[in-house]
């Protein structure tokens, strides 16, 4: 007896057949589809880490290397257009003012218009992520784009806006990472891990510095002290495989666009390797870093204030509000009046790049010495003649360098377009050391020592201590002091650069937040804050004290009416349940997406019977409870849960005694603890 086939099933068959019947040579497809398998399966034996790590540190390398392509040939566009309008002293500046004005604003309108996530630096809020914080969209790769184009007009106005690239690069090889572990759990089939999203972005914070500096060792434990508070070991290898990766590739296309015959350090140098510093200079060097430490606080300070008054000042909140591109025009337009050449910019030698002052600061000869000689010595090029003025030494020009340059830096980063902050107190420490040094080698021109072989004072080296301390003690890193060794390739002065270092920061951190805590304190970013101090107060203030003691609590056996009033009670993301009404014994918790599809599986019990659902269920037999992993003590310290927060990434822990739930500590409760320690009524 023939079987009846449904006509459904017969259409679909049907539907295959034809599918199969029009492609060609099935079998070769399922030969060359077996061996692309077998070919993925050699190729991860390794661990599909690598594959994607590499691809991470080339690819931010070959961005950030066309970057500066595209930046040197707008920067020389405008150098051209300055030279062409002739003397005409009006045309000059507007030469001078237009050109970057425009870019600023375009910067500005083009990023904000696409996204407003791509203004800044980007790193305060990376700093907020790793914590375990979900900022939406902030990673999405559709906000590439506009960082790049923004950040590019942004360093073409040069050294006229006075910013940086460090801060968003590393912004984008965060987003670079993130679309790269999209594509790794396609490729691979394995479902979205945050463990392993969370590891592309470290590996990503340490290729954005590597291929910016060329620094793949300093690029790595620089962003493991900005940008976590508690570091994984085993995300090490990750880090400095993708970096070196990265500051390889970026050193390499730089050989082969026949800018360098070698790969060699970033910013050439000519220290003196057999005798780098005398002994005595120590003490010098331990003043660069007072002197460094200081000046960072007072920097911090105003640069708070000034970012916090822009946006409470009812003009400015107002075009910061509406108008953004209007605010960077007129700011621009005030800085770039400042640098014009042929007025106060004479005297800080604004025809300068960024990359230009680093190398002038880190001349090896004396400018007090070369200077009563500056018309008959050296050539066009010799950068270190722009700091000579037939008006002021070069003591002068360096100290009106650093005193205009102080307020107009703090200035710049209140511009809503993408700029990192880093690279210009790298410059602006490097001159404060450069100042300081030709001070030593004023007063002691024969050296420190009056008996033996002389070995004069080398000003440049107190210029690297300078680089280092101030960036180091505004960052609250120690790792500049090995990343201004590794731009330069100079080895010599390694100590007395760490000495610097150290003093910086601590007297820095002793006083105030570091530059990107204090941004995200203006921000009112949901960050963490640290315990600042060492007192034992954190440790005598207990979790009783400062617990949310009301928490709404689900029983085991609650039904219908009992989930829908705990879902109208709060917004939690998920909900602890107790053995019974009568037994506050912690169970476990549930999440809110749960008890929604409980709630709409399950009846109300005043509905019609009509529209009845289901029987009626507790929440114990119809919902999935997850067991609790941590609990805390009221007992617990404020310094002992401050640790488990920032070490776990937790955002709440529910409190009990002797089992029973007492209360809830969440991120908002800590921080206000903080703050009372910090600033007690």
Request: proline share 5%; aromatic share 12%; charged share 15%.
């Amino acid at each position: 007896m023939e079987q009846l086939v449904p006509m459904g099933l017969q259409e679909e068959e049907r539907v295959l057949v034809s599918e199969k019947s029009w492609r060609p040579c099935p079998k070769a497809r399922r030969r060359l589809r077996g061996c692309l398998e077998w070919v993925k399966r050699q190729l991860f034996r390794v661990g599909e880490d690598w594959y994607f790590l590499f691809i991470l540190g080339v690819l931010m390398a070959t961005i950030s290397f066309m970057m500066d392509l595209l930046i040197y040939r707008l920067f020389e566009a405008h150098r051209w257009l300055y030279r062409e309008v002739g003397d005409i002293l009006v045309l000059k500046y507007l030469s001078w003012t237009i050109y970057p004005v425009a870019l600023a604003v375009f910067s500005t309108g083009f990023s904000q218009s696409i996204t407003p996530y791509s203004g800044g630096s980007g790193i305060p809020e990376l700093k907020t992520i790793l914590t375990g914080v979900v900022l939406e969209d902030y990673l999405a790769i559709q906000n590439f784009g506009a960082k790049v184009v923004g950040l590019t007009c942004t360093l073409a106005c040069g050294s006229i806006v006075f910013l940086g690239k460090l801060g968003p690069f590393v912004h984008l090889s965060a987003m670079v990472a993130v679309y790269l572990g999209k594509m790794r759990t396609t490729v691979t089939k394995e479902y979205e891990n945050k463990f392993k999203e969370n590891e592309m972005l470290v590996a990503a914070q340490a290729v954005g510095v590597a291929t910016v500096f060329g620094a793949p060792i300093s690029g790595v434990l620089f962003s493991v002290e900005v940008m976590s508070s508690h570091f994984a070991v085993r995300d090490y290898w990750r880090g400095f495989f993708s970096a070196t990766c990265g500051a390889f590739m970026f050193r390499l296309l730089a050989v082969f666009n026949s800018d360098q015959e070698t790969i060699t350090a970033i910013f050439k140098s000519n220290f003196k390797i057999d005798f780098p510093f005398d002994l005595l200079e120590i003490f010098f060097f331990a003043i660069v870093g007072v002197v460094s430490g200081l000046v960072a606080c007072a920097y911090l300070w105003c640069q708070r204030w000034l970012l916090a008054a822009v946006t409470e000042m009812r003009l400015t909140a107002k075009l910061l509000r509406t108008d953004k591109p209007v605010y960077t025009a007129l700011v621009v337009l005030l800085l770039a009046s400042i640098t014009f050449p042929p007025g106060l910019g004479q005297l800080m030698a604004s025809r300068l790049t960024m990359k230009e002052y680093l190398t002038s600061f880190f001349d090896n000869r004396t400018w007090g010495a070369l200077g009563p000689n500056a018309s008959s010595a050296g050539g066009p090029d010799e950068l270190w003649q722009d700091w000579c003025h037939p008006w002021a030494t070069p003591f002068g020009t360096l100290a009106f360098f650093l005193v205009m340059k102080f307020w107009m830096l703090i200035l710049a980063t209140t511009l809503p377009l993408p700029a990192g902050y880093f690279m210009p107190i790298f410059v602006y420490g490097a001159a404060l050391g450069r100042l300081l040094g030709e001070l030593v080698a004023l007063l002691f021109p024969r050296g420190l020592r009056s008996a033996g072989t002389l070995h004069p004072v080398t000003p440049a080296g107190y210029a690297l201590a300078g680089a280092a301390a101030f960036s180091g003690s505004v960052t609250y890193s120690l790792s500049t002091a090995l990343l201004v060794c590794e731009a330069t390739g100079h080895l010599g002065h390694v100590l007395p650069v760490v000495l610097a270092v150290l003093v910086a920061n601590a007297i820095t951190q002793k006083h105030q937040p570091s530059f990107y805590d204090g941004t995200i304190i203006v921000k009112k970013l949901p960050y963490l804050p640290p315990i600042r101090s060492r007192h034992m107060a954190s440790y005598q203030v207990v979790v009783e004290e400062f617990m949310e003691p009301q928490v709404v609590t689900l029983a085991k056996d609650g039904g219908f009416q009992e989930v829908l009033a705990a879902l109208d009670a709060s917004t939690d993301a998920e909900y602890p349940v107790v053995e019974s009404t009568g037994s506050l014994v912690l169970v476990g918790t549930v999440s809110r997406a749960q008890l929604v599809t409980f709630l709409q599986s399950h009846h109300h019990p005043q509905a019609p019977p009509e529209e009845k659902l289901a029987t009626v269920g507790t929440l114990g037999d119809s919902c999935t409870i997850e067991p609790i992993m941590l609990q805390l003590s009221p007992r617990t310290s404020l310094h002992q849960a401050h640790h488990l927060f920032e070490l776990l990434k937790l955002q709440r822990i529910f409190v009990t005694r002797c089992g029973e739930l007492v209360g809830a500590v969440s991120r908002l409760e800590l921080r206000r603890a903080i703050e009372d320690l910090a600033n007690p009524k």
